[in-house]
């Protein structure tokens, strides 16, 4: 019979919301050293509950040679041991892998200081932030399916973090370009991509955006900000509109990603086969939002389906030369 987890699994569920309930974005504009120890302080304390969990529930203390991967490919490889198999193997995993990052982690964020740049050593700390998460929702899922209980959280994977954040972005550019064509004032058409702007920060997939992105989503927020507050000359507007129009579009270079071109040429395929068979496929075309403008277009336009075919099958064609895929 296997060890019930519960009291294991409540403390996997309070930890995984008190890591979502520590709102850094909000500290981007305090640089002051009380703030930076005070935050400290906290991740430093979530970094103690979380190694109390760790070590009450390992089996082996001995740590994955991967253990000092980057944030990334500890992610990644946290995704690949939650296919295991065995519930066993997959705790065994997760806590093997965790344990030389998550000290790494820790080292780091009790040596910030407050020279330097604010922005940098607030994405340290939401590193340290998303590794938590990562590891506290992971081992929560190991614990319920060794316990034979239904996990409490929800556990995505890189991919379907990447799929979420690319959607906001698509929609984003979607909303700006939309903004850019109407027959409006200059600043009526900035207010209307500053709260485009302000939406994409408030959405929960923000927290899984990478540094660089958000580093340019709060300059351009800025930029509108100063231009608000000036005399709003009527050029400076619209080359800054250009700007911010141009500068989102970059967003979307996480469509180079090769994990999420693999899993758009499977979804796209998917999406053919249901619109051959005369079935929605309304889900499977909004985990597409970003990878094409003219797709998007007729995704957030409720295109008919004879357009959204068309387009389809030359994105299928695209993958297929980014993937080296072959035809199914």
């Not at 330097?116 to 998303?130: F, H, Y």
């Not at 996990?151 to 903004?179: H, M, T, W």
């Not at 990478?210 to 340019?216: K, N, T």
């Not at 403008?293 to 099958?313: P, Q, T």
Request: charged fraction near 30%.
């Amino acid at each position: 019979m296997s060890r019930p987890y519960h009291s294991e699994q409540q403390m996997c569920v309070d930890l995984c919301v008190d890591l979502r309930s520590l709102d850094l974005h909000q500290y981007e504009t305090r640089q002051e050293q009380a703030v930076l120890c005070d935050l400290v302080k906290r991740i430093n304390q979530l970094f103690e509950r979380l190694f109390h969990l760790l070590n009450r529930v390992a089996t082996s203390k001995e740590e994955s040679h991967h253990s000092h991967d980057d944030s990334t490919q500890f992610r990644i490889r946290i995704d690949t041991a939650m296919r295991e198999d065995s519930p066993e193997s997959r705790l065994e995993f997760v806590i093997s892998m965790s344990l030389g990052i998550l000290r790494a982690k820790r080292a780091a964020a009790s040596a910030l200081t407050l020279c330097g740049d604010w922005l940098q050593k607030l994405e340290t700390l939401a590193s340290c932030r998303r590794c938590m998460i990562k590891t506290v929702i992971a081992l929560e899922n190991c614990l319920a399916l060794l316990g034979e209980q239904a996990p409490r959280l929800d556990f995505f994977s890189e991919v379907q973090k990447g799929v979420e954040v690319r959607r906001c972005y698509g929609e984003l550019c979607f909303e700006i370009n939309e903004a850019t064509h109407q027959d409006l004032p200059i600043d009526e058409k900035l207010r209307l991509v500053g709260l485009a702007l302000g939406r994409l920060r408030k959405l929960d997939a923000y927290e899984y955006v990478r540094f660089s992105d958000r580093q340019l989503v709060a300059n351009l927020k800025s930029r509108l900000r100063n231009w608000f507050e000036s005399e709003r000359n009527h050029g400076q507007g619209t080359g800054l509109l250009d700007d911010i129009r141009f500068s989102t579009e970059l967003l979307l270079s996480i469509n180079s990603r090769q994990e999420l071109q693999e899993h758009d040429l499977v979804t796209v395929r998917s999406c053919l086969n249901h619109l051959e068979a005369h079935q929605a496929c309304t889900a499977l075309l909004h985990a597409l939002v970003g990878r094409s403008k003219r797709l998007d277009a007729l995704i957030l336009s409720f295109a008919d389906e004879r357009s959204l075919r068309e387009v389809l099958i030359e994105l299928e064609q695209e993958l297929m030369y980014q993937t080296g895929a072959t035809t199914h």
